[in-house]
């Protein structure tokens, strides 16, 4: 009998986990929705704020809270501290990277396929850091196989989280593509744990580390506060459709004008049309 429980706390954290990631890639999408209306300067920001939404709170939290729900018979679990963080800045900045290359690409297919590998592959990378860094007194290893499937399950994850921030509009919209790279953003995850295998030592030693429930307090406190900044952000801003008006609006204010003496209407100082 496998030593592995995925599920020690029942439902709760599979629900949590699967919870969390829907509303990060909800939020990741409205901002990227602003991004798409906005230039220069602000886009940047908007795509930043996405990029921490999906890649912080709808992936590496989501993987965080459900590691709380896995334990190993026979030994306690541990975490080292940098490789969890680093975890953290790698699932961000692959995002990041992802949402920009796409929108400077303008959603064309070889732009949205290389995103979506680039962080489709940067993703499963920040699952297998984050479980490099726990700390057990057993030995870990994996399922070539399953581990394959994980990461083309993140490529096609990344790549429809990609399609749906160039294209999703909407409230109710976006609510359904969050949900879908909910149910990926967890498929990809559970798929990569099944493929792991745990053996505990015989003689368990000391593990070192700092357990998980040290960092759940410090990691809601932060994640409250920025996704309650970043939601401040959206709801203060513009909305999508007012944002479009003046795009429109300013568009036709800036129509071709006539050159001088070609097709000009004859008119005097005053706009009265001369003879």
């Known amino acids: ?13 599979p629900v949590l986990a699967y919870a969390m990631s829907s509303l990060g890639c909800m939020l990741g999408l409205l901002l990227s929705s602003r991004a798409r209306l906005a230039e220069g300067r602000e886009s940047a920001y908007w795509l930043i704020g996405a990029a921490v939404a999906i890649g912080g709170t709808g992936i590496w939290t989501m993987h965080f809270i459900a590691m709380m729900g896995f334990s190993v018979a026979g030994t306690v679990i541990q975490y080292d501290v940098p490789l969890t963080a680093a975890s953290a800045l790698l699932a961000i900045v692959v995002v990041g990277a992802d949402l920009f290359l796409a929108h400077h690409g303008r959603q064309r297919p070889a732009f949205l396929l290389s995103g979506g590998v680039l962080a489709g592959v940067g993703v499963a990378g920040m699952h297998y850091l984050g479980m490099a860094a726990m700390r057990m007194s057993a030995h ?6 399953t581990v394959a ?20 509009t909407g409230a109710l919209k976006i609510g359904a ?10 498929g990809m995850h559970y ?7 745990v053996e505990p030592h015989h003689t368990p030693g ?11 307090l410090p990691l809601l406190v932060g994640i409250t506060v920025v996704t309650v900044g970043l939601l401040l952000a ?41 003879g």
């Open 206 to 216: 000391p593990v070192g580390g700092t357990p998980g429930i040290d960092f759940l």
């Open 191 to 197: 798929t990569g744990m099944l493929g792991m295998s």
């Open 234 to 274: 959206v709801m203060l801003s513009p909305s999508e459709r007012e944002l479009r008006h003046e795009q429109e609006y300013l568009t036709r204010a800036a129509g071709p004008h006539p050159r001088d003496g070609e097709g000009a209407p004859d008119v005097d100082y005053f706009g009265t049309p001369r």
């Open 140 to 145: 870990v290893s994996y399922d070539p196989v």
């Open 1 to 13: 009998m496998s030593p592995i429980d995925h599920f020690a706390h029942g439902g709760l954290t």
């Open 177 to 186: 593509a969050a949900l879908l790279m909910g149910v990926a953003v967890s």
């Open 149 to 168: 499937l994980s990461v083309l399950i993140a490529i096609a994850a990344a790549t429809a989280a990609l399609w749906f921030a160039g294209r999703v």
